[in-house]
């Protein structure tokens, strides 16, 4: 039997697609403009003369040592976080102790603890350690705001592995790190693919951390950079918009190959 077409719903996702795709068209179009362009035919007109000198200025004007600060505090936080998340994540869940339970609660409390609330303290202790104006002062508070919540989606994937496998890897003789590394990463798959996906986001999207603990150009990151194509005269809104385009890409490309795997650690069904 055939079925009727929907037209309602093909009429929402029409709907759906021009509010998604007209904010992307704006921006496109105008990273291809020159400000005098863009100013003729506003947002919405259609480009007479494309032109790339707009992504070619933004990189020779500074963004590409933006854009490279910003891959390496990105590294570093994905990297200390899988060093520490995973181990801490499978004790909490293999451990009956009252130690890890309150090691677990405080992680828990960081939840309800935004970074701007800590942000003048966060400074005076990043200042006495001698990281400011430093890439290891933004990438070490970045890490740890973003640990919290990564140890919890991994708790709640690690708990998910059935008590059976660990006492047939037991049986085996297995040590506790053969079961960590052969059991239960890559049955947390999609949980590491989450965590390595929120940490990046909040590496890379970070702003507050790198404008209170940061000075110089030379450690500028992207969301810092941006500021450069403000004067007191107007804004490059080509410019500044081919810069969003560049900054959008990592991120972009992140999430198009780690898509399923975020999808099912959010939903807490690791890589079974």
């Given amino acids: 039997m055939r079925r009727r077409p929907n037209h309602l719903a093909g009429f929402g996702s029409l709907v759906w697609l021009f509010v998604v795709g007209l904010p992307l068209y704006v921006m496109l179009v105008a ?12 947002p919405l007109g259609l480009p007479e003369n494309l032109t790339l000198d707009n992504y070619i200025n933004d990189l020779n004007d500074g963004f590409a040592q933006y854009f490279l600060n910003t891959v390496v505090v990105t590294v570093a936080v994905v990297g200390l976080v899988l060093l520490l998340v995973p181990p801490l994540a499978y004790a909490i869940v293999r451990s009956d102790g009252k130690a890890t339970g309150r090691v677990f609660r405080l992680f828990l409390l960081g939840l309800a603890i935004p970074s701007q ?4 303290p966060m400074f005076y202790l990043i200042n006495e350690a001698g990281l400011y104006d430093n890439l290891i002062g933004v990438i070490l508070p970045t890490a740890a705001f973003a640990m919290p919540v990564c140890v919890l989606i991994l708790t709640g994937v690690m708990r998910d592995i059935t008590p059976e496998l660990y006492e047939a890897m037991t049986v085996d003789g297995a040590s506790t790190w053969r079961i960590f590394r052969q059991l239960v990463l890559p049955l947390s798959k999609g949980g590491l693919s989450t965590v390595v996906v929120f940490s990046s986001l909040q590496a890379w999207n970070g702003f507050l951390f ?38 959008m890409l990592p991120v972009l490309l992140v999430y198009l190959f780690a898509r399923r795997a975020l999808v099912q650690g959010l939903m807490g069904v690791g890589g079974k």
């Fill in 31 to 42: 990273t291809f403009q020159t400000r005098a362009d863009y100013a003729a035919n506003g």
């Fill in 117 to 120: 609330a800590v942000i003048v």
């Fill in 210 to 247: 790198p404008l209170v603990l940061t000075q110089s150009s030379e450690n500028k990151v992207i969301t810092m950079g941006l500021y450069d194509f403000q004067t007191e005269h107007g804004v490059d809104i080509p410019g500044l918009l081919a810069a969003v385009v560049l900054s």
